[in-house]
């Protein structure tokens, strides 16, 4: 794409895209009519990336033969190593993006009840449905199960139990740490938002998002209470698929996500990381993606580091317009 890019020429080329992102594109972005959005979702689990990761479903309701991990993963083997990043292929990864790619649950049938019967969480070999120890895992399980009908509410209470005294979650609690972690809570934020969407939640899961909310709120997502300096650098370098890491167009998204479904107006505390999703669109509209989280996948979806991403850029686009809107409307100007 070229600096001479019209944001319509922007549009049109998120538009030619695999249906996972285009029915995205039309229903947030472009507007269309629910016939037309709708129809494309449709064909996510008969076309392209859904319909290439739903193939490989194995017998046993799995993929890659592992809950977390695929099955025989040598955990002090090469892909093991620091840097070398883990695969991306067993169940709760390929089932996170069945999800997020709109693919209706009943496509995938029994699925719930064969994950229930055959698979079991690496981790002390625990029922699937029942979560783990980590809060990250336990995010995308909630949210993978309320999605397939399995019941999950012991995770969701999981969260309340497990919640950290400055408000946020830690993978790391089970080895002693008390501090919450961004990356943790903002996982575990997402499968608590997909359960309040599909049933309301509880006082106690309502209360315990608020809390978390509140503790990245009071970092305005990018910042170190104690200092105020930005995380890291790493907090501004975003990658499609998001995985369980933390970035600041993920962490925006989340907090839109959480506005839209409860139809209340952005916190202003939100306005320093949206203008750095701001900062980082183009000349020619297009948001370019920074790396790639390594491991082993079944296919690409998005581009190498350093091209223009599509799903970045539909994500910070629609990010942006959520906020200006807001801002329209309130009678600040963007």
């Known amino acids: 794409m070229t600096s001479s890019r019209t944001p319509g020429a922007v549009l049109a080329w998120l538009l030619d895209s695999d249906p996972a992102l285009r029915w995205q594109v039309e229903r947030d972005l472009a507007g269309e009519p629910d016939a037309v959005w709708q129809a494309t979702r449709a064909r996510v689990a008969t076309e392209g990336f859904g319909a290439r990761l739903l193939a490989l479903q194995d017998d046993a309701g799995t993929w890659a033969g592992g809950a977390f991990f695929p099955a025989g993963f040598d955990f002090h083997g090469p892909e093991a190593q620091p840097g070398a990043g883990q695969p991306w ?40 449905w029942d979560g783990e120890v980590d809060a990250c895992i336990n995010g995308f399980t909630l949210a993978n199960g309320v999605w397939l009908g399995a019941d999950v509410g012991g995770i969701a209470d999981w969260f309340v139990t497990h919640q950290a005294a400055e408000g946020g979650w830690n993978c790391e609690w089970v080895e002693g740490s008390t501090r ?12 608590l938002l997909v359960h309040e969407a599909a049933t309301g939640g509880t006082g106690a899961t309502r209360e315990a998002q608020a809390r978390a909310e509140e503790y990245l709120l009071a970092r305005h997502l990018i910042r170190r209470l104690s200092t105020g300096e930005p995380f890291g650098d790493w907090v501004f370098r975003l990658a499609y698929p998001f995985r369980s890491f933390y970035d600041v167009l993920s962490a925006t998204d989340y907090f839109r996500a959480a506005s839209v479904l409860r139809g209340t107006p952005p916190d202003p505390r939100l306005a320093d990381a949206v203008e750095h999703v701001r900062a980082q669109r183009r000349p020619d509209g297009t948001w370019l993606q920074a790396r790639r989280h390594p491991g082993r996948v079944w296919f690409e979806v998005d581009v190498d580091a350093g091209q223009p991403s599509r799903w970045l850029t539909f994500h910070a686009a629609r990010v942006l317009a959520w906020w200006d809107t807001a801002q329209v409307g309130s009678g600040r100007e963007p």
């Open 89 to 128: 292929t067993a169940t709760t990864w390929s089932l996170t993006s069945l999800r997020e790619w709109g693919v209706p649950a009943r496509v995938l049938g029994d699925t719930a009840a064969r994950i229930a019967a055959n698979a079991r969480w690496e981790y002390d070999d625990l029922p699937y």
């Open 180 to 191: 919450a972690s961004v990356r943790s809570t903002l996982n575990g934020l997402k499968g």
